[in-house]
């Protein structure tokens, strides 16, 4: 595995908040950051490929009927409001 060194400018909450998490697990703070950017590309990549897949879906003509359309939205309402 290549290793790459880097700068990152944190606020003083997050590197107050690193620290503690890199004491309490016993782990340096170059391993939580690199897990923590891999956590963050990784959910980047899926939201991608989610994305790509609505704008195939789109231009195959897959489109949700209003009843799927309406269903969703009364499921999203309901989890969303209190």
């Not at 956590?39 to 704008?55: C, T």
């Not at 195959?60 to 989890?79: C, D, I, N, S, Y």
């Amino acid at each position: 595995m290549k290793k790459m060194s880097m700068t990152a400018r944190l606020t003083p909450e997050t590197a107050r908040k690193m620290d503690l998490l890199a004491k309490t697990l016993n782990r340096s703070k170059s391993f939580i950051a690199a897990e923590a950017i891999e956590a963050y590309i990784h959910e980047q990549e899926l939201k991608i490929e989610a994305i790509l897949r609505g704008i195939k879906e789109a231009d195959e003509g897959k489109f949700a009927t209003p009843k799927q359309m309406k269903k969703t939205l009364v499921k999203w309402v309901r989890q969303n409001t209190g």
